[in-house]
């Protein structure tokens, strides 16, 4: 059965960082991405990583201030923000995807985690 277990949300203040983790289990994906939801929004694509070869795709909001990365023997991806505004303030929602197209889609990611709140104070 597959888990994906996200950690690390919370409060900060404007221009301050926080580290989201998200623990995976069960088999084994080709993508790992970030999303995130703010009230009366829709879902949107905020980072990805291929689990072999790590490669990076970032949303055009957070580049330069978010990365992501992932620990091949703790199953575990992150996402590392830094430099957080009011407006990253979302629920934010670990994904995995089994194959290879698409790393931005929603639809193309097979297993969701359960969401951590990120709240961004001005």
């Known amino acids: 059965q597959v888990h994906l277990v996200e950690s690390g949300g919370g409060l900060v203040q404007a221009g301050g960082s926080l580290r989201l983790s998200c623990a995976a289990s069960g088999r084994t994906f080709n993508t790992m991405g970030w999303f995130r939801q703010a009230p009366g929004k829709e879902r949107a694509f905020v980072a990805a990583?291929?689990?072999?070869?790590?490669?990076?795709y970032y949303a055009d909001s957070v580049k330069g201030r978010f990365t992501v990365s992932r620990d091949s023997a703790r199953n575990t991806v992150y996402l590392q923000m830094n430099s957080l505004k009011p407006e990253d303030t979302a629920a934010y929602y670990c994904?995995?995807?089994?194959?290879?197209?698409?790393?931005?889609?929603?639809?193309?990611?097979?297993?969701w985690g359960q969401g951590t709140q990120v709240t961004v104070s001005s």
């Open positions: 990583i291929t689990w072999t070869g790590g490669t990076t």
């Open positions: 994904a995995a995807k089994i194959h290879s197209a698409s790393y931005a889609s929603i639809g193309s990611y097979d297993y």
